[in-house]
């Protein structure tokens, strides 16, 4: 079974960075894709971020593009989410994924799933 954590989320104000991480443990695993999603109050999970484990193509949001980077650390099987010029919008409980099986946009593709951390983006 591969487990995955998420950390770094928090408090910040508008306009600040923040970077998340998602290490993946368990098994010997070697993903495919891992990508990030959020979820905020009242809303669907959305997508975020996406990127192919081998061939180190991303994917993101037309609401975070060019504001939040995803990168890999492959040794650790580790994802980051950098994320700069927050803004109170993004506010949400961010998830990591791995190992779509299926369009790699959609919360349904995914079979693992981290529990989450909270970002909170204050105005």
């Known amino acids: 079974q591969v487990q995955l954590a998420e950390s770094g989320g928090g408090l910040v104000q508008a306009g600040d960075s923040m970077r998340l991480s998602c290490g993946a443990s368990?098994?010997?695993?070697?993903?495919?894709?891992m990508a990030w999603f959020r979820q905020a109050p009242g809303k669907e999970r959305e997508f975020v971020a996406a990127?192919?484990?081998?061939?180190?193509?991303?994917y993101y949001a037309d609401s975070v593009k060019g504001r939040f980077t995803i990168s890999r650390d492959n040794a650790k099987i580790t994802v980051y989410l950098q994320m700069n010029s927050l803004k109170p919008e993004d506010t949400a409980v961010y998830y990591c994924?791995?190992?779509?099986?299926?369009?790699?946009?959609?919360?349904?593709?995914?079979?693992?799933w981290g529990q989450g951390t909270q970002v909170t983006v204050s105005s």
């Open positions: 994924a791995a190992d779509p099986r299926g369009y790699i946009r959609s919360t349904h593709s995914y079979e693992y």
């Open positions: 368990g098994r010997t695993f070697s993903p495919s894709v």
């Open positions: 990127m192919q484990w081998i061939s180190g193509n991303t």
